[in-house]
């Protein structure tokens, strides 16, 4: 957070490189944000865009309470979010409790390991795959929990979900995740 903070102060004052290196920092945290609500390359590139814009924009309001890739990811949340309610695109809603609320969920953990079973690149392909099929949602958290390796309270804040409901996600995300991961290739351990 201390680098961030540097370079935000430094844009703040007015060094235009301090914000390109920002971008740098942050720019696969909103890749990433962006493309899994939208899913497509096009729309994701622009809106990206229109973070960074927004972001600059904005940089005064930032207060240094949090990590600035919160502030950064809640942006990038939005924007996304905005575009797929404005093109009417389907978003998964989150879901209260349902059928699977017994399930235990006091820790994101399943027994499933998600690292070992992308050990090879043919697991690495079927699993890309199966992340595109999960709904917006769950698709958005897998990325931050797994690919941007973010806590649950920072997704939390990011997409302005109660930390139960994210860890709720998540597990039903990797449940559903294994389930295709098997059909396709079999037991997984």
Known sequence: MGED?????AVLAGDSKAFAQLVERHQRLVWHLVYRVVQHPED??????E???RVHRCLR???FESAFSTWVGRIAYTIAMRFVQKKRLPVEAPKGDDE??????????DGFDLETACADAEVMAHLGAAISCLPTVQRTLVTLYHLEELGIAEIAQITDLPDGTVKSHLFRARKQLKRQLEERLGELA
Do not use: D, G, H, K
């Open 61 to 63: 309001q930032y207060r």
């Open 100 to 109: 699977e609320s017994n399930e235990p969920l006091a820790a994101v953990a």
């Open 5 to 9: 903070q540097t370079l935000v102060r």
């Open 51 to 53: 973070v960074f814009l």
């Open 44 to 49: 994701a590139r622009e809106l990206c865009q």
